[in-house]
């Protein structure tokens, strides 16, 4: 699972299908209200907001 801004998105992608072998769900922060979990405030790779989340 990868927390991401948009610049770092399709990276993320990447890393997770080496990783699993398989196409991620990309799920729009913004869009999206999580009832138990906080979403990380800054993509994984940079400082930036976070954006996206790939999972
Ligand atoms: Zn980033």
């Known amino acids: ?27 729009d922060l913004k869009e999206t209200e999580f009832s138990d979990w906080d979403p990380p405030a800054k993509c994984a790779e940079c400082e930036q907001d976070a954006k996206f989340l790939v999972v």
Request: aromatic share 12%; proline share 4%; hydrophobic share 45%.
């Open 1 to 27: 699972m990868y927390v991401v801004c948009k610049e770092h998105l399709e990276l993320a992608i990447d890393k997770f299908v080496d990783e699993y072998e398989d196409a991620p769900d990309v799920v």
